[in-house]
């Protein structure tokens, strides 16, 4: 188990219900600072779902997700603030968030939670530079005045804008789309889109980015491409990333941690090559009742 | 006490005109997604066509048992009503369909205006008001000197309501058209490539939406006695707020939803204020649509996120 | 079809049947409302008269219009659909260059053409019916604009906020007597705090839904303008408005006048054509502040919440404010036009606020191109222009007989025409988006990439 001061996402007893369906069911895990932590599970296991009440778009049903920003605040100020009722505790160094107290826009502006989406969501009509400036929303109106000084042409705006399309150019060098910078991100191909955005995303300056099944429909070289890119992210930003896949190779080759769902339910949780082995975790996916385990596990030799 | 009952009669013979104008509302939004504004237009001319079915019939024709007359008048409304509101879809909708989702809602309210202002070009902007077809009431009790009555012309409202509305049902739910309609509402790429004629259907769900306001201008031009180029527009946003009532896309919740709306509005007439009467139909439909946004009868709609 | 040339051969005999097929049917269509017409007699009781001769006319009217389309354009759409596409020539490059500057410089010198075209007397007319008139819906368009068009959310009450500038405008100037120039913004002020509070409890409603809301809103504003007689005085409106002055000199013959002081003959031209540029400068206000606004994360936003609202929220962006002040902005648009309105009639009343003024200003935003401000001015110009000129033609009496009135044609044309433009341009005369932020290269985003919101 990691030691606690490593710990930025803390998912507590999550449960998420859509009248009488239960999509996750008690579930519980935490993920590291600077680790790609991997939540995988055959279709319909409720990770999508896991993602949208991390990112405050879903109020789970019941449960507790804290974020945690530096290591100033000791997560024992989790169960003050939890019965406090407040939704974060702030230092200058740090702070602690309940994350399914907030919004879903307040889980990307406070909390810093950065996420793409399985379907791929761009502004299809605006160009690659725009949706990358959009991203950048929040730093930019506070430069515009709340667009008062904007509208007026203040200078001091103006140099806010220059370095927010700094920041995105830099960024497009990253993910290799500097020449279709002003193209409309439509007309993009499909692994330049989620290219893009997860540019976009990281251009909100995360400290968490999820990725919903980032490689999806991705051939082999760009699902390497993805792969260094996910690195490098971890690496050089130092930023924690928690990631759906239903791609294997990628899931073994960069994750740092593995939790699996079944069903809502998590039926695994641990290092990539512990996960591999573990006969529920075959049994999910090869689709075989519970009862049956017993004689998997025995046919592969368990 | 008095009041109230008679206040329910009342709201509830206007209820059932709402209500077969919602179902044309409901149906076709269910099918193709889309409000279509012009329906309270097709409403009025229905209402028009059967004003001069009637003159016809007994002016020149000069039938004078009023059940038959009646009874061939709603089926002229119906019959050419229909055909009108085939061709508004024909020639305004269906080289929409698929396309921009603001440009059938911009034609339908350019075809409303063009609807209403054909009327009032061809049949001149005055009230036209006929002497009363039906005449007659049931005095159900008196109290303090203030009789609860209810009209023959309410009770062939009702009537005619109930038998059409069983009619309808049937042929919603139980025969081929209606299962195409339903395959439609579901998806129409799949409904047509197992078969289904997706054009024709939804021409016919136009006509039966048609038929049902033709039905319901037939009942207002006899309740009421009079009506106006400009009656479409008002009766068009009531019969819509039942329809968003009860549920926009369900059948049963139409009807229900435009009950509703004319009990509101009868009982808010006689408690509070004539004037404010549709104050009091709008404020239901923005109440409805911000709180309870499914309606009555609706399905919830969770965020596809 | 069928053929071994479908594409160039025409069918006479097929175009004869479905023109009788079409005959047909107008004559079905048409027998009810146009071959019977109800009127009242000498005893005051409703008779129906015949009118074969215009039945018939219009059904042959109807047969050869579909007979012509069928031999004629028919054939000609498919043999220029059959040609590759060419590029826009060079000249068409060029006039597009030129096509603004030129714009503006015959709006700003119009009513000097008028005058020197049209004549003293006449121009009071041109200049107020055609020039002024236009330009309101120049305005009101590009201020609808910022919420139909950039956040992509439908309001189809929007002439609640035009109806409350005016009554601001009217009320407070006719009770306490402050001035045009103090009222015109407090009435834009009055305007956008009415948009944020009917659009706090209604901009989580999507699709046409939020246009239905909007509609109700506009409807009960209205109904309440009617009823509320202490306030508004009802349906007889409000007479005696104050009207603008130049800067504190009047428009009228006394001797501090306008015309005294600047030593000119009274006439009322010069109040006219101080109202034109007025409306002109508070248009080309609209205009610039739209510009600019797109330029800003505001207007982005705006424009990203019309592509994608969940991704939106999935940046940080909150929504809700973003939408309030999207409608915050059309309604203070709209609240400086109803001052204008207000003061240029010198009368109000309800009967200038319906639901056909709503209808009329989304559909010139929707036939202009959503988010184009070029388009919107052209359809305003086309639509308003084209049924003002409907007032005009009286030569047409020559034709059709001294009794023909063609104003009463205005809306019935005005409604077939929404519809013809809806199925020729669904998108609009302007669809193209042009991107807020160049890096290297600007170009132009195709129509069928850009959304159009889910509000």
Known sequence: MAAADDIILRVEHLTMRFGWLVAVDDLSFTARQGDITALIGPNGAGKTTVFNCITGFYRPSEGRIALRHGDAIAWEWLEPLTNGGERSVKRPAGALYLLERMPEYLVTQQARVARTFQNIRLFPGMTVLENLLVAQHNRLMLASGYTLFGVLGFPSYAAAERAAIERAKAWLDRVDLTARADDAAGDLPYGAQRRLEIARAMCTEPVLLCLDEPAAGLNPRESAELNELLLAIRDQQRISILLIEHDMSVVMEISDHVVVLDYGVKIADGAPAAIRDNPKVIAAYLGVPDKDVANVEAEVGL | ?305 | MGGDAPGLRVDTVRALRDAGITALLAFGLFLPLVGFQTVTDVRNDLILVTRWPLLLAVVAVVGIGRLAYSLAVEPWLRQRALLPATPAPAWRVQAGKWFLPFAIGFVVAYPAIVLATAGFGRAVKWIDNFGIQVLIYVMLGWGLNIVVGLAGLLDLGYVAFYAVGAYSYALLAKTFGFSFWILLPLAGVLASFWGILLGFPVLRLRGDYLAIVTLAFGEIIRIVLINWVDLTNGYAGITGIPRPTFFGIPFNAEDDGFAAVFGLEFSPIYRTIFLYYLILALALLTAFVTVRLRRLPVGRAWEALREDEIACRSLGINTTNTKLTAFAMGAMFAGFAGSFFAARQGFISPDSFTFLESATILSIVVLGGMGSQIGVAIAAIAMIGGTEIMRELDFLKLIFGSTFDPTQYRMLLFGFAMVLIMIWRPRGLISTREPSVVLKERKIIGADLVKEGHG
Request: glycine fraction near 8%; proline fraction near 3%.
């Open chain 2, 1 to 305: 006490m008095e009041v109230f009952l008679q206040q329910l009669i009342n709201g509830i013979t206007l209820g059932s005109i709402y209500g077969l104008i919602a179902i044309g509302y409901t149906m076709v939004f269910g099918i193709i997604g889309m409000v279509n504004f012009a329906h309270g237009d097709v409403f009025m001319v229905s209402a028009f066509i059967a004003l001069v079915a009637f003159l016809l019939l007994t002016s020149f024709l000069g039938i004078s048992s009023i059940a038959l007359a009646l009874f061939l008048v709603l089926i002229v409304a119906m019959l050419f009503t229909s055909l009108v509101n085939w061709t508004i879809e024909r020639l305004a909708y269906r080289p929409l369909r698929g396309s921009f989702r603001l440009a059938p809602l911009i034609s339908a309210i350019g075809m409303s205006i063009f609807l209403s202002n054909f009327v009032q070009v061809t049949q001149g902007p005055r009230n036209k008001s006929i002497p009363p077809m039906v005449q007659g009431e049931f005095v159900l009790f008196t109290k303090n000197d203030y009789p609860v009555t209810l009209s023959f012309k309410q009770l062939i409202i009702w009537f005619v309501t109930a038998v059409l509305l069983a009619c309808f049902w049937y042929l919603v739910s139980k025969t081929r058209l209606g299962r195409a309609q339903r395959a439609c509402e579901q998806d129409q790429k799949m409904a047509a490539l197992v078969g289904v004629d997706v054009d024709r259907t939804i021409s016919m769900t136009f006509v039966i939406a048609a038929a049902l306001a033709a039905v319901a201008g037939t009942m207002y031009l006899m309740y009421y006695g009079v009506v106006s180029f400009a009656d479409g527009f008002v009766p068009g946003v009531k019969a819509f707020t039942a329809a968003v009532l009860g549920g926009i896309g369900s059948l049963p919740g139409a009807v229900v939803g435009g009950i509703l709306i004319g009990l509101i509005e009868t009982m808010w007439s006689a408690y509070f204020s004539i004037d404010y009467k549709d104050v009091a139909a709008f404020s239901v439909l923005a109440i409805t649509l911000i709180f309870l946004p499914q309606g009555l009868f609706g399905r919830p709609d969770v965020e596809k996120v």
